[in-house]
């Protein structure tokens, strides 16, 4: 079967006080993270919290990390790949305070559809 080239994909998400998923791999793919964009859009520092979970378990990526009032944090050359049941799931201090934008690479594995 011939490999596909990976498809670039991005998600956004507003986060709030309650852990919330922010991406999940699609069923049939697996994901390699390239950035995650994180924007405080707030007059106030915020805190940040995120998680990669693998099915089983919780890691912390970013624990209460501080973003700067009116300023953003950029993820980069983080390289985590993420199989079928994996998720990557945050929080904020403060609702409506933190946006979140994850980009990825998709790639189609049919052996786990």
Known sequence: M??????????GKQLTTSGADIYAVPVGFSSTIRSIFICNITGTDRHVTLDWYDGATSFNILGEKVVSANSYLNLTDIDLAL?????????????????I??????????HDA
């Open 2 to 11: 011939p490999i596909t080239a990976p498809k670039l994909r991005s998600v």
């Open 83 to 99: 199989a079928k049941g994996n998720k990557i799931t945050g929080l904020a201090e403060a609702n409506s305070a933190i946006e």
């Open 101 to 110: 934008i994850v980009s990825v690479n998709e790639y189609y594995t049919p």
